[in-house]
C-alpha cells in the first residue's frame, strides 16, 4: 500500500516536473510576452509571408 | 452618409479626417492609412476584383519623411549580425488595429531577403530577419514608412533588457509555485482526511516529507521577491507588506519543520497558499501597467536623429547630436527639425501639435524660432541652430519628466499602511502568548503556541485584497474607456481634491469646427462652394473643416488641381471668372483686396475669400468647447474636488474659457515648466492634484502630478507619462473614473478587513495552544472567499 502510493507520488511528480520544464521553456523563448497576438492570428488562414511574383515587386518600387 | 465610409472597411469617415485617393479619375475615400495601404497592396498585387487598375497619387504630407531620415550607416549601429544574417528590432508608431499589424508583417514578409518577421501587437516592436545581401535596413524601413507608419530604430539597452528578464523571472516565480502548490494540494489532502478518519503514521510521515520536499522552492525561490522585501523593510526600520507576508510564511514554514521532527501538525499548505496567492495578485496588478513603454524614450525620438547641414553651397547628411550652435541647416517639407533654431530664409508652415497640442498649423517667417520635433508642412526653410540637440525644448522637457518620475515618491498603499500597525501588534501578541505560557507552565510549548498566533495573524487573503479588487475595478471600467496604470493610481484617484486641465485638447475639441460663414452678397452655401473648391487639395486642418462642411452640405469640392499655395497664407486658384483667393486678412490686404469686417472680439480664425479683386465673405472657424466640459466640471465641484485650468495660452483666452465653464481657478501663458511648478506647489500645499492634458507641455506637469490622466487622440508622450487613460474624448468618462476609484478604495477598505477578521478570530485559539491545522484552513478559506466575492461586487457598478 504504501509503496505503491509511494511510487504514484514520485510519478506525478515526474510528470509534473516535465510540464514544468516545458513551461520555463515557453517563458524563456518569449512565448508568453505577446499575449495579445495570438487571437488574431489563429484567425489568419492565408499562407505564411512569402514573395508573391512581380506585382508585390512592383509595389515596394513605387515611391 | 453613404459617400463618406471607407472605401476599404466600409466603416464611416470621421468629418475632415478622409484619406484620398484617386484612381481613374474616381475618388476614393478612407479612413486611415492602414485602410488605404491594404487596399493599395491587394490592387497592387492583383487580387482585388473590386479594384481596378489604378495610379497612385501621393497622399500629402503626412507624418514625416522617413525615407531619407535614416540612412544605413547609421541603421547598421541597430544590427545584429547571426550565422549571417541580420536582425533588426524597430518600433512602429501609427499601429491602431490588429490589422495594421498584420498589414506590416505580411507586407515586410514579401520583400526579397526578409526571411522572419514578428510584429508585436501589445508593445509594437517588431523584430526582423533578414539577409544583408539582398535587403539593407533602410529598404525595410523604407517600405514601413511606405504603408503609411513611422519606423524608428530601437535599442534594447541594459535597462530595457533588464526589465525584460525581470517580468520574466516574476511569471517563472509564479508558474513554479502553482506547479508546486498543486502537488502540495495532494499531499494536504491526504493530510486532512487522515486528521477526520485516521491516517496511519507510516502515510502521514510520507505525505509530510514530500509535502515539505515541494513547499521549500515556493518558500525560498518564488517567495524570494517578499523575503528581500522584508530584509530591506527590517534596515529601514519601517514595516510595510513585505514584512508581515515573510513573517506569515517562515514562521508557518518553520513550525511545520519543527513539527516534522518533534512530531505534531503541518502548515506546509499555508506557507505555500500565501505566497501563490500574493504573486498571483502582483501578476494581476503587473499586466495593466506593463503595457507602457518607456515614454522619455519616445520623447527624444520625435526629433530626427540625422539633419542636412550647408556647407558652402552643398549639403551634407550629419548625426544631430554633432550639430553646433551657429550651424545652418536645410529642413525640406515633410521632415521634423532635428533641434531648435531660428529661420534664417523662406517662411513655412510649422505643425507643432506634438509638441504643443494645438491643431493648427504655426506660420513661420524668417527671424521665427522653430522647436525640435515639430513637423515642417509647406516649404524648405534654412534653419540656424540656436541651441544644441542635447538643450532642445524636447530633451529640457524629457529632463523635466525623468526627474519628476524619479523625485515622485510612489502613492502610500492601504496594504502597506494596515502592515504598519499590524505587524509589530502581531509580534506583540506573540511575545505575550510566548511569555505567558513560561510564566505559567502549562503543557503548552510556549514557542509552538507563540509560532502559531504568528501563522494564523498573517492571512493569505490579504494578498487577494487589493489585487482582486484593482482587477475587477479595471476590468469594468476599462469597458467604460478609462484605463487605470495599476493599484497605486485607483488609490490616488480615489483620493484627489485638485483637478488642473489644459485647454486645447482637453477642454476643447482641438480641431476647428466651421462656427459661421458671413457671405458679404448671395448665400452661405456658394461661399463654402467656393472656398472648398480652392481648399479641396489641402491638407490643412481648417482647409479640411472646410470641406467636411462642405460635403456635408452634399456641396461639390474641389481637388486641389491647379491651386497654388503660399504658406502661412492662403490659397489661390485660377479660374475663368478671375482669380480665387482663400486665406488669411493680410494675404487678401496683399493682393490689395479690402472691405474686410474689422477684427471681431471672440477667438476666432478667419478665413477669407475673394473673387478677381471682389470681396466674397468670410468664414470663421474655433476650437469648439467639449459639449460636456461644462457639465464635468460642475460634476467635479459636487465631489467635492476644486478645479483648474493651466494653459500655454494667453491670460485672456483662457479667462473667458475659464468662466464660461466655471473653473475655480485660472492660469495662463504657462510653459511646461509653469505647470509641473503649478502642480508641485499645489501638492506642497496638501492637495492630491490630479492633472488632465494632451501634449508634449503637459508631460513634465503629468508626471509630477499624484495622477496625470491623458485622453486619446492625445500625442503618444502624454499617454506614457499618465496614470490614468481616457479611450474616449470624453470629461464625463472622468468624473465616472473618479467615482469608480473610490468605490474601489472602499471595498479594498472592506477587503482589509475581512481578510483579517476571521484569522483575528482564531487568534485566540492559536495563543491558547488549542490550534488545529483545520482551523486555520477554515480561517483562510473563509476569509479568502469574502475578499473574492466583495471584490466581484465591483463588476456591477
Known sequence: MLSSTLILIILSLFLGTGVWLIFIWAVKKGEFDDIEGAKYRMLEDDPPPTRQGDDIDKQSRLP | ?797
Open chain 2, 1 to 797: 452618409m453613404s459617400h463618406d465610409s471607407c472605401h476599404h472597411c466600409r466603416l464611416p469617415i470621421p468629418p475632415a479626417d478622409a484619406i484620398i485617393d484617386r484612381i481613374d479619375g474616381v475618388e476614393l475615400r478612407f479612413c486611415c492609412q492602414g485602410c488605404l495601404s491594404v487596399y493599395r497592396i491587394i490592387s497592387g498585387a492583383g487580387l482585388g476584383t473590386y479594384y481596378q487598375k489604378r495610379q497612385l497619387s501621393p497622399s500629402g504630407s503626412q507624418g514625416g519623411t522617413i525615407q531619407d531620415t535614416y540612412d544605413d550607416g547609421y541603421l547598421s549601429g541597430f544590427v545584429l549580425q547571426r550565422h549571417g544574417r541580420g536582425e533588426l528590432s524597430f518600433l512602429i508608431e501609427g499601429i491602431r488595429c490588429a490589422s495594421c499589424v498584420w498589414l506590416v508583417e505580411r507586407y515586410l514578409g514579401s520583400l526579397a531577403g526578409v526571411s522572419e518577421i514578428r510584429v508585436n501587437y501589445g508593445t509594437h516592436r517588431g523584430r526582423i530577419v533578414f539577409d544583408p545581401a539582398a535587403v539593407t535596413p533602410s529598404e525595410i524601413f523604407a517600405a514601413v514608412a511606405r504603408l503609411g507608419y513611422t519606423p524608428r530604430p530601437f535599442s534594447y539597452d541594459a535597462a530595457r533588457q533588464a526589465e525584460e528578464r525581470e517580468q520574466r523571472t516574476t511569471l517563472i516565480r509564479f508558474g513554479t509555485a502553482c506547479f508546486l502548490s498543486m502537488q502540495l494540494m495532494g499531499y494536504s489532502l491526504a493530510l486532512y482526511a487522515g486528521y477526520f478518519q485516521g491516517i496511519d503514521p507510516a502515510s502521514r510521515k510520507l505525505m509530510q516529507y514530500f509535502a515539505a520536499l515541494v513547499t521549500t522552492p515556493v518558500v525560498f525561490y518564488s517567495g524570494w521577491p517578499f523575503l528581500g522585501g522584508a530584509l530591506r523593510s527590517l534596515r529601514n526600520r519601517t514595516a510595510n507588506m513585505d514584512l508581515l507576508i515573510a513573517l506569515g510564511v517562515l514562521s508557518a514554514y518553520g513550525a511545520s519543520l519543527f513539527a516534522l521532527y518533534g512530531g505534531g501538525e503541518v502548515y506546509f499548505d499555508t506557507a505555500a497558499m500565501i505566497v501563490t496567492l500574493i504573486l498571483a495578485g502582483r501578476l494581476f496588478e503587473g499586466s495593466a501597467r506593463r503595457r507602457a513603454a518607456s515614454g522619455v524614450d519616445r520623447l527624444l525620438r520625435l526629433a530626427p536623429e540625422i539633419a542636412h547641414r550647408e556647407i558652402g553651397d552643398k549639403t551634407e547628411a550629419v548625426a544631430t547630436g554633432s550639430l553646433k550652435i551657429g550651424d545652418i541647416l536645410l529642413v525640406r517639407p515633410g521632415e521634423r527639425l532635428p533641434v531648435d533654431g531660428t529661420i534664417l530664409a523662406g517662411s513655412t508652415e510649422i505643425d507643432e501639435a506634438a509638441v504643443s497640442g494645438e491643431p493648427l498649423p504655426v506660420p513661420r517667417i524668417a527671424g521665427e524660432a522653430v522647436i525640435a520635433g515639430t513637423l515642417n508642412l509647406t516649404a524648405s526653410v534654412r534653419v540656424q541652430v540656436t541651441a544644441p540637440a542635447a538643450d532642445s525644448f524636447v530633451a529640457r522637457v524629457a529632463r523635466l519628466v525623468e526627474e519628476a518620475q524619479s523625485r515622485r515618491a510612489p502613492v502610500q498603499r492601504l496594504a502597506d499602511r494596515v502592515a504598519a500597525v499590524f505587524v509589530p501588534l502581531v509580534v506583540l501578541v506573540a511575545g505575550a502568548t510566548f511569555v505567558y505560557w513560561i510564566w505559567t507552565g502549562g503543557t503548552v510549548d510556549p514557542l509552538l503556541a507563540a509560532v502559531a498566533v504568528l501563522v494564523i495573524a498573517c492571512p493569505c487573503a490579504l494578498g487577494l485584497a487589493t489585487p482582486t479588487a484593482v482587477l475587477v475595478a479595471t476590468g469594468a471600467s476599462a469597458g467604460r474607456g478609462i484605463l487605470f496604470r495599476g493599484g497605486d493610481v485607483l488609490e490616488g484617484t480615489a483620493r484627489l481634491t485638485l483637478a488642473a486641465f489644459d485647454k486645447t485638447g482637453t477642454l476643447t475639441e482641438g480641431k476647428p469646427r466651421i462656427a459661421a460663414i458671413r457671405p458679404s452678397a448671395g448665400s452661405e452655401e456658394d461661399l463654402l462652394h467656393l472656398v472648398a473648391r480652392a481648399e479641396g487639395g489641402s491638407n490643412h486642418p481648417l482647409a479640411r473643416c472646410i470641406v467636411a462642411e462642405a460635403r456635408r452640405r452634399g456641396l461639390e469640392t474641389g481637388d486641389g488641381e491647379g491651386t497654388r499655395t503660399l504658406p502661412g497664407l492662403g490659397v489661390e486658384l485660377g479660374l475663368e471668372e478671375g482669380m480665387l483667393r482663400v486665406g488669411s486678412r493680410r494675404f487678401l490686404r496683399q493682393a490689395g483686396i479690402g472691405g474686410m469686417e474689422p477684427f471681431s472680439a471672440e477667438p476666432l480664425t478667419e478665413i477669407h475669400a475673394a473673387l478677381g479683386d471682389r470681396y466674397l465673405g468670410s468664414i470663421l472657424c474655433e476650437d469648439t468647447l467639449r459639449p460636456e466640459a461644462a457639465d464635468a466640471v460642475a460634476r467635479f465641484r459636487r465631489l467635492g474636488i476644486g478645479t483648474a485650468m493651466l494653459t500655454g495660452d494667453t491670460v485672456e483666452a483662457a479667462r473667458r474659457i475659464g468662466a464660461q465653464l466655471g473653473i475655480d481657478e485660472v492660469h495662463g501663458a504657462l510653459s511646461p515648466a509653469d505647470k509641473a511648478e503649478w502642480v508641485k506647489k499645489a501638492m506642497a500645499r496638501g492637495e492630491r492634484v490630479l492633472m488632465v492634458g494632451d501634449g508634449i507641455n503637459d508631460a513634465p506637469a503629468l508626471s509630477e502630478a499624484d495622477v496625470g490622466c491623458a485622453m486619446a487622440g492625445g500625442t503618444d508622450i502624454a499617454l506614457e507619462t499618465s496614470d490614468l487613460v481616457l479611450t474616449r474624448p470624453d470629461l464625463m468618462t472622468l468624473v465616472t473614473g473618479i467615482e469608480v476609484a473610490r468605490r474601489t478604495l472602499d471595498i479594498i477598505r472592506q477587503n482589509l478587513f475581512w481578510a483579517f477578521a476571521y484569522n483575528i478570530l482564531a487568534l485566540p485559539l492559536a495563543a491558547s495552544g488549542e490550534l488545529a491545522p483545520i482551523h486555520a484552513a477554515a480561517a483562510m478559506a473563509a476569509s479568502s472567499i469574502c475578499v473574492v466575492g466583495n471584490s466581484l461586487r465591483l463588476k456591477n457598478l
